[in-house]
């Protein structure tokens, strides 16, 4: 399991920005399906919201290969 930081703009809109993330994580080659990728809203600041996507890669080697 990978957990991935995203910073976006405060205004941003939240279900815009999981649905974005989550259609990413699911079409990247290296994620698995099973689990599937989980986007969280973590905290929030003056001028941002910060998410949390995880993924999971089947191989530790394709790792890498999901982050990019």
């Keep these: 399991m ?3 930081k995203i910073g976006v703009s405060r205004d941003s809109d939240i279900e815009k920005i999981k649905y974005i993330l989550l ?3 699911r079409n990247t ?3 698995l399906k099973d689990p599937s ?3 969280t809203l973590n ?3 003056d ?3 910060n998410f949390v996507l995880d993924i999971w890669a089947g191989d530790i080697r394709t790792k890498f290969d999901a982050l990019s």
């Design 2 to 4: 990978k957990e991935i």
């Design 23 to 25: 259609d990413i994580a």
């Design 29 to 31: 080659e290296h994620v």
């Design 37 to 39: 990728p989980l986007v």
């Design 43 to 45: 905290d929030f600041t």
């Design 47 to 49: 001028s941002a919201l």
